[in-house]
């Protein structure tokens, strides 16, 4: 994942600098503002060290650049669930779903978030509905 | 005889013991009071709030004036070659500058040397100029805004005496207590020396020593009496008693008195170096150190910003001092008197400039800390404010105000406002406005002013009523007739629309945009009075509100703050996050103590949002608030809301962008009428206001249950896109009408012209 960020942020700066070709097949990119990538990578390091506090912090700086970019909801959604607020994770993969379009990939994995989250907090069946709503988008 | 006198003799004894042990007592007295504070915290540090940091990073859309003006706000100096921290160089659209090192919430920054592009009013590059590489972002240290101070606003920044230059000790010793570092506490010499300097008319001299001077500001009162003298004395002793030299030389450096910045005084050499010279303590040189040591003396009449010549006479005098005493050379003597006085310009800040800001700050603060911590602790506060949305709005509000009263003859300072802007996905407050004249720090109306919130209310009712898809569409039509509500117990209620007329059967979708009274009571009335205050709780006010029917037309009273909280879950599409004016609280120290994370709450669902949203969007396009369009353009697609309650007392309006929510209200303090509307008070502010931002365009996100259907405004059934004044609504999957208007897509006139479009094709 980080890989394929640093090649998002390279392929940002390479549109950035005006000589980008499109290549066909790349997955969408989380932004095209590279302060948000580079604020994406942060983020996504801090969460391996398991600073996850901090990398909620770094989120929120990338949110107010980008404050409609849905990928970025949905990575604080992933963060709050690993500091296990399960409600906000909920909440945050949900704005993250409002936020999303007809972005399917992107709409699943929320909901697969709302899944755990609701999972882990004892709601089974709720649970069962999220994952089936994730599977439905795809 | 001598029976009488042994008696006499023995009680004057006893008096003499008691008086003896009275001064005892009163010793043990003093020494533990001297103790109790010395061995304490001996200061109160006030919190000390920070502005947001602005970051830096490509494409930003900000211009090198705007940019200017931060660095204005930091004390950054133009140099020609910018090498230290706090410096920076303009050569046309380039900016070199350093920046400070800073502690942040989430983690310290180094200083950097960074060269900054700009083209077209945005930020095109960044460099780092260490290592020549292009950086994506780059974060300048916030600004200072303010403090929360401890009792009569005593500001200070502590020090150690290790941090103390030598020649500034020197400059003290000399000038105010030679004898320092032998006597006692108390110095015979000086005082007799003082006595006959008074006696001889040769200028009233002190005599008191540091010491003396130390216990006189930190446990006596200003009164002159022989009393107070000779206790200021036995403790000046007894601290010598007890603690070293160095402490009491530290902690004398760190208590004086040396200036006034507005209410806020300038206590200690530690925050004395920065406010006159900018610079820290451990840089100023022998004319610098001299000019701060003179002014002990009397820091107003002394004060070099008021009187400068008084303050170089001064220092040149304490510079003689320091020279006869040893401290420096003949030739540094020469070399610091010929210096001009060093001291900076700065407009005075007393203790905010953002006196509204800060106040709502402490009330958020206050929720988790208590009043004595945070005008002591020395906490470091991290806010949201925008320093140029900040500006943006205060100078709109004032200019505005000022045109209204000229415009309509009314008496210079009749009207009053306020206005709070707020970020629309993650509910930073980035500015308030608590009245017509920023610096003021009494009635803050942005928080304060409980108004009758008016048509503001409207979009809740709408909301309510496009939550029941089955019976509500932005196509329903609502009954505009004459309405008459009897309760016993009370008058009739009548509601009138503004223009006073009727409009028979309007859409609702035209009732929300052109604001009619009428409809939206009936409305509110068959959906329930209760059921919409329910809903004007889920969007943010937290308290209960009196129900009346007349609620439904906004007769209930709110601040501005709390009309922002509801738009703030609109403009957040349905979400709420409670607003925030604060991001972090550090210690003293740097220890990150709190943060106050982005939360999200979803209270409304998406779909009927975003009918609602688009309604509101209309009221801009094409409604009451149309006239916004002499203000933005109408590609930026906002979406607002106007209100004016009766006899014009009230003028309200609030409205998002893609980027930014703000509320506007104006009115009279004394609750008189003014004569404006929503649209032609308050949204001027907003006007004036938004278009100084660069607005981003509101681009809602359709949710997925949304279809879009060609509708017959005037019956309310199904049209097409050909027909005559069809218009395209969204509606909430399988609630737009299934009937056809005459010219409809299953009308009879429509299947004949598809007969023949199918027949003799196109």
């Known amino acids: 994942m980080r890989a394929i960020r640093r090649a998002a942020s390279l392929a940002a700066a390479l549109l950035l600098a005006g000589c980008a070709v499109l290549q066909p097949g790349t997955p969408p990119e989380p932004s095209q503002n590279a302060a948000v990538v580079a604020l994406l990578d942060k983020a996504q390091a801090q969460s391996s060290a398991g600073q996850l506090e901090a990398a909620g912090a770094s989120l929120e700086r990338a949110l107010r650049i980008e404050p409609r970019n849905s990928f970025l909801w949905q990575e604080l959604a992933r963060v709050r669930l690993g500091q296990g607020q399960y409600r906000q994770a909920e909440n945050l993969a949900a704005k993250s779903n409002a936020l999303a379009g007809d972005a399917k990939g992107l709409r699943a994995e929320n909901w697969r978030i709302i899944g755990q989250a609701r999972s882990r907090r004892g709601d089974l069946q709720g649970a069962q509905a999220a994952f089936e709503r994730a599977g439905a988008e795809q | ?762």
């Not at chain 2, 003799?9 to 042990?21: E, H, P, S, V, W």
């Not at chain 2, 303010?146 to 005496?161: A, C, F, H, Q, T």
């Not at chain 2, 005559?724 to 897509?745: H, N």
């Open chain 2, 1 to 762: 005889m001598a029976k009488r006198k042994k008696p006499k003799k023995r009680y004057l004894i006893k008096f003499a013991l008691a008086g003896l042990l009275l001064a005892a007592a009163f010793t043990v007295y003093l020494d533990f009071t001297v103790r109790a504070r010395f061995e304490g915290k001996r200061f109160a540090l006030p919190a000390r709030v920070y502005a947001r940091p602005l970051e830096l990073y490509p494409g930003l859309s900000l211009s090198p004036a705007e940019l200017t003006t931060e660095l204005a706000l930091l004390d950054y100096r133009e140099t020609t070659l910018p090498g230290e921290p706090g410096t920076y160089h303009w050569s046309n659209d380039t900016l070199d500058l350093v920046t400070r090192p800073f502690v942040f919430a989430d983690d310290p920054q180094e200083s950097v040397a960074l060269r900054v592009e700009f083209a077209n009013g945005q930020v095109r590059g960044l460099l780092d100029c260490g290592d020549g590489q292009p950086l994506q972002l780059a974060r300048l240290e916030p600004a200072l805004i303010g403090g929360i101070y401890p009792g009569k606003n005593e500001d200070r920044v502590l020090i150690r005496l290790d941090d103390v230059p030598g020649h500034l000790v020197d400059a003290l010793i000399a000038v105010e207590d030679r004898r320092f570092y032998t006597h006692h506490g108390i110095d015979p010499r000086g005082i007799a020396r003082a006595t006959i300097a008074t006696a001889s008319g040769d200028g009233v001299q002190g005599g008191s020593t540091l010491t003396q001077q130390l216990i006189k500001n930190f446990y006596l009162t200003a009164e002159r009496t022989l009393r107070r003298k000779l206790t200021e004395m036995v403790m000046a002793v007894l601290l010598e008693a007890h603690y070293s030299k160095e402490e009491i030389l530290e902690t004398y450096l760190n208590e004086v008195y040396l200036g006034q910045d507005g209410n806020r005084g300038i206590h200690g050499f530690g925050l004395a170096a920065p406010f006159y010279f900018d610079k820290p303590l451990s840089h100023l040189d022998n004319s610098e150190a001299a000019l701060l040591v003179g002014m002990l003396k009397g820091p107003t009449y002394f004060s070099p910003r008021s009187h400068p010549k008084r303050a170089l006479e001064r220092r040149n005098l304490v510079l003689t001092e320091m020279a006869e005493a040893g401290g420096i050379t003949e030739q540094q003597l020469r070399s610091a008197k010929a210096a001009p006085l060093g001291v900076v310009d700065r407009p005075s800040r007393g203790t905010s400039p953002y006196p509204a800001f800060l106040n709502l700050v402490y009330r958020q603060l206050m929720r988790d800390y208590r009043d004595e911590d945070l005008r002591s602790e020395g906490l470091q506060i991290f806010t949201t404010l925008d320093p140029r949305v900040q500006h943006s709005a205060e100078s709109a509000l004032s200019k505005r105000l000022a045109r209204l009263e000229i415009a309509r003859s009314m008496k210079p300072g009749t009207l009053q406002g306020a206005l709070i802007v707020t970020s629309t996905q993650n509910a930073e407050v980035q500015a308030v406005a608590g009245g017509r004249d920023p610096r003021f720090e009494g009635f803050n109306r942005a928080l304060d002013a409980q108004r009758p919130i008016g048509s503001l209310i409207k979009p809740v009712v709408y909301l309510t009523a496009l939550q029941e898809p089955q019976s509500y569409t932005l196509a329903t039509l609502l009954d505009d007739s004459p309405l008459v509500l009897q309760q016993a117990g009370t008058d009739d209620w009548v509601p009138q629309n503004y223009d006073k007329e009727f409009h028979g059967e309007v859409p609702l979708r035209a009732a929300l945009v052109n604001s009619y009274n009428v409809p939206t009571a009936r409305l509110g009335l068959a959906l329930g009075v209760s059921r919409v205050m329910a809903n004007l709780r889920r969007l943010g006010i937290e308290r209960d509100l009196p129900e009346y029917a007349s609620s439904l037309l906004g007769s209930n009273t709110l601040s501005p703050l709390e009309v922002t909280e509801v738009y703030q879950t609109i403009a957040g599409d349905g979400f709420r996050t409670p607003l925030r004016a604060i991001r972090a609280v550090l210690t003293a120290e740097g220890e990150p103590l709190q943060s106050y994370p982005l939360n999200v709450e979803q209270e409304i669902e998406a779909a009927p949002l975003y009918l609602l949203t688009a309604a509101m969007q209309d009221v801009v396009r094409e409604g009451t608030a149309r006239e916004l369009g002499a203000y933005l353009p109408a590609a930026l697609e906002i979406a607002g809301k106007t209100g004016t309650t009766d006899d014009f007392r009230d003028s309200w309006f609030a409205g998002f962008t893609g980027d930014r929510l703000a509320v506007v209200w104006v009115g009279r303090d004394d609750n008189g009428p003014t004569g404006l509307t929503g649209a032609s008070g308050a949204m001027t502010v907003w006007g004036d206001m938004m278009a100084g931002l660069n607005p981003a365009p509101l681009i809602l996100t359709e949710p997925d249950n949304i279809e879009r259907v060609w509708i017959d405004p005037v019956s309310g059934l199904l049209s097409d896109e050909g027909c005559r004044d069809a218009v395209e609504l969204p509606f909430i999957t399988g609630s737009a009408p299934t009937e056809s208007a005459p010219c409809g897509p299953r009308s009879l006139g429509r299947s004949i012209k598809g007969w023949f479009e199918r027949t003799f094709g196109r």
